[in-house]
Each structure stands twice: as C-alpha cells, then as structure tokens.
C-alpha cells in the first residue's frame, strides 16, 4: 500500500487547527459590548489597528513555530456601508459617512468593528470522525446579541465556504434564526472532549439562558447563549443524545462579566479546566460528561478562594488556549495579563503546572490590543480538527507557513494605520484605504471574491 492518505475515515492523522482572525483595519475601542467589562472600560481610547493585527500575526507564528497547525480567517469589511445605506443613510460613500458620524455616532462605530478578529464566534464546528455522514460540519454563528457582531454572519458564511468547499469532506448549515430565543456566538461556548482530536467526541453546549422555560438567569448583564440555540446547532450537525451534553453557565458568572463560557473554562482533548463558578450545576455537569466520554475525563478545578471571578475576568486565564504536544502533554497559551498578575500567575505554577494532570508548560503571548476589547488568545481562534484529506482539500491559501506569514505581515505594514481614534472612523479616506487592503487580501489568500463590494 502506498503512503499516501486517500480515504476520509484516518483518524490518527487528525490536527486541531487554530484559525486566527486577522485583525482588520479598522480595529478601534467603541465600548460596544455591554457585559464585556474590558469592552466597556475602554471605549473610546485610540487604538493601533497595526499593532493589533501584528500582535495577532506573531501569536499565529509563534504556534506554528512550535509545531501546532495554525490557519487564518480573513477580516471583515468595514466600515460596513450597506448596513448604514439600508438604515437610511444616502448619498456618496463620503455623504453616508458624514451623515452617520453627525447623526449617529455610535451606529457608525458598530459598523466599523473588526470583531471579526474574534473567531471562535464565528461558527461552531463539528468534525467529521463525530458526524454520522464523516464530514465536517459547519454553523455560522448568528451573534444576533450585539448590532456590531449581527453583521458579521454573512461575509463569515462566504469565508468559511470557500475554504472548506469541498462537499464531500464538508457541510455548511444556515445561521439559526436571528432571535433572542435562539441567540448563538458559536464555539465560545462549544467544548469538544475525546481522548485524542481523531477519536470520537462528547461535545459540551453551555449556555446563559433557556428561551422556552428555565428558571435562572443572569439580572445585570445579557446572556448570549441559549440552551435552543445550541440544541439546533447539534440538531442541524446530526449529533445524538449519547454525544452531547448541555450545561447552564452560572448567572452569577454572567453578571461579573464572564459573557461567554470561553471566558471560565477551556477544554482540550479529556481535559476539562475550569473555575468553581463556571456551571450552574458542576457536579452534574461531570456526572454527565463522565457518563458519556469514552475516555476518562480529566477536571482541573479552579477554585473560588484561588482566584475571585473579578480575576477571571481581568486576567482572562480561562480564556487561554490549551495545545496538545505529540508526547500528550499540553501547552497553556495565556495572554500578558495572567503574568502581571502575582495571584493568577502563582495559581499557574502551583496548580496548574505543579498539578497531576497533563498541563505541563505556559506561553504567554501579548494580545493587549484585542485583550482591551475583551478578547483574549482562546476568542481569537476557531478550532476545526481536520484529518489530512481535509487539510489537502481546502479551498483557498489559510494553513499557515513561513511565506504566508512573511505575506501577510507584509500585507499589514503595506495597508493599516498605526491610530485611530472614534473620530477618524468618519475619514471617506480609511473607506478606501481598507477596500485596497481587503482586495490585496483576497488576492494573497486566494479565496476569490468573498467580500460584498467585489461581488
Ligand atoms: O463579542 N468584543 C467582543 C469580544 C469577543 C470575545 N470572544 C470570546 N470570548 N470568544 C464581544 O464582546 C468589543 C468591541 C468594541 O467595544 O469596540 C467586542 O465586540
């Protein structure tokens, strides 16, 4: 038999591999995310959109550097006019502007977001050794919980179906209604645990709140997950009840500014880490996790009197990626800020590294321009584990390597201002600017033509 790989059904040469957002030209601080505490805080500082899009690129190198298999998802374009035309705004691109920024400042900031740097809001995915059919299955997350993110699903489908456009290896869903009652932001709040990435999975769904029913939910700030939205989105990728499991995130959590499960928890391979406040209901929440998992589930518990919420939420531990090594080991990627802090930085020596689990080294990379807007390294990746036919099958230039890298640094130093404030985002000038940088892009990534103003 030949070396070559040809069948779909190669279970032990599956990768996880970690699409980074490329940060787009117009990453700014609009305050616009209400329960995002750093969000909050920050709205209206000048940010370095140059900055933060190498900040981004250096972490995707640096991964790949060390071996893990790193992919990219092309930004958004923005500022989105066809949103500001259809809310009534006329005229010249450079009128539309100037109308919005005079009339309604804050709409014209929310069509300016790059938040499409966040990927694991992107969509949900399922791999295929776990789908009944063996292809990998795919929903667009609706964000329907934030104006800004709402606009994202459209361009995200296209993105996604040209890289993964090969129907034999990969299924696309429609997004879920765009309603509160089947509110989704996707794989924040999606965990899958197997013993390995190519064995079969049991996947954790948690949410915020049940629309039909339920008793307990969050009071101050909004819970953008709900237990239909994530039942719909296993329903559509055809996983039975064996597979999955569906746990309430704790509403106190959701009220100290944990707005996504990402933020408390991170799951990687049987290894579940986690903070005491992170489910309603921890003790069923393992039960059932231990229930349905082929393979022992490894829990590091992270307690209260450890580490307050208000540290969770400051420091983003949680919100780390955690990267199986080929001796199974595992590799905590945490952003800056879990090291300037003496509590949360002694709680991963002593816990977590010194710990009796497979947790064995740290990272600390620097993501402070998305950490001010509540992004940390694990909301800037959507993971698809992928079996070496599907990694040869895709669809356009977003597997990482030495050249893609050196291009797409080149490709930001070319295009991206170093600052931009609130104000500057009225300048007809950065239009143009950023549709010269989105149609190089496309170019570079060979994707084709995926953005609204080149259709
Ligand atoms: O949806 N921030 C994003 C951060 C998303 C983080 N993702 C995960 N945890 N997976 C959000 O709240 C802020 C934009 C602004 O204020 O300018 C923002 O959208």
């Known amino acids: ?48 959109p140059r900055e933060a899009a ?9 991964l790949m550097d060390a071996g893990y298999a790193q992919g990219v998802l092309p930004p958004q374009q923005r500022p989105d006019l066809g949103a500001l035309r259809a809310l009534g705004f006329s005229g010249s691109n450079g009128e539309v502007l ?15 977001s790059a938040s499409s740097m966040w990927t694991a809001n992107a969509a949900t995915v399922t791999p295929s050794v776990d789908a009944p059919d063996g292809r990998v299955h795919i929903t667009p997350a609706n964000l329907q919980s934030s104006f800004h993110r709402y606009l994202e699903p459209d361009t995200t489908g296209r993105v996604l179906q040209a890289i993964f456009r090969d129907e034999r290896h990969f299924a696309h869903h429609p997004v879920l209604p765009a309603t509160p009652a089947f509110s989704d932001e996707g794989a924040a709040n999606h965990t899958r645990l197997a013993a ?7 996947h954790l769904y948690v949410y915020g709140r049940q629309a039909f029913g339920g008793e307990r939910a969050p009071r101050r700030y909004p819970a953008r997950q709900t237990r239909e939205a994530s039942q719909a989105v296993a329903r559509q ?42 489910f309603l209901d921890e003790q069923a929440t393992l039960d059932e996790l231990r229930r349905k998992m082929a ?4 829990p590091v518990r992270v307690p209260v009197e450890a580490i307050p919420l208000e540290d969770v939420v400051s420091t983003y531990l949680f919100n780390s990626q955690l990267l199986t090594n080929p001796d199974g080991s595992m590799t905590l990627v945490v952003p800056g800020e879990c090291q300037e802090h003496e509590r949360v930085w002694r709680v991963i020596q002593d816990l977590l590294l010194a710990g009796y689990n497979p947790i064995s080294d740290v ?88 953005y609204p103003f080149q259709r």
Not at 13 to 36: C, I, K, Q, R, S
Not at 98 to 112: D, H, M, N, S, W
Not at 295 to 298: F, G, H, K, S
Not at 383 to 392: F, G, P, Q
Request: proline fraction near 4%; charge should be negative.
């Open 237 to 278: 990728h055809g996983l039975s009840e064996s597979q999955t499991v569906f746990a309430q995130q704790h509403p106190d959590a959701i009220d100290a500014g944990v707005f996504h499960n990402d933020v408390i928890a991170v799951g990687n391979g049987p290894v579940l880490l986690y903070h005491e406040m992170a």
């Open 54 to 62: 190498l900040q981004g690129l250096a972490k995707m190198k640096s």
């Open 295 to 298: 393979t022992p589930l490894i």
């Open 363 to 450: 990272v600390v990379k620097d993501v402070k321009q998305s950490m001010r807007n509540g992004g940390g390294p694990a909301c800037l990746r959507l993971r698809v584990a992928l079996n070496a036919t599907e990694r040869r099958s895709l669809g356009a230039r977003v597997l990482l390597d030495e050249a893609l890298h050196a291009d797409l640094t080149q490709w930001v130093e070319r295009h991206y201002r170093d600052r931009l404030t609130p104000e500057d985002l009225a300048d007809p000038q950065l239009v143009d600017e950023t549709l010269a940088a989105l149609d190089d892009l496309t170019r570079r990534l060979g994707i084709g033509n995926v």
């Open 1 to 48: 038999m030949s070396g070559d790989v040809t069948s779909n059904d190669v279970s032990d040469d599956v990768l996880e591999v970690n699409f980074d957002g490329l940060v787009g030209p117009t990453h700014n601080y609009a305050g616009l995310a209400h329960g995002n505490v750093a969000s909050m805080r920050h709205g209206g500082l000048a940010s370095n």
């Open 98 to 112: 100037t109308k919005a920024a005079t009339e309604a400042p804050q709409i014209l900031r929310a069509v300016c």
């Open 196 to 202: 390995e990435h190519g064995d079969s999975g049991v």
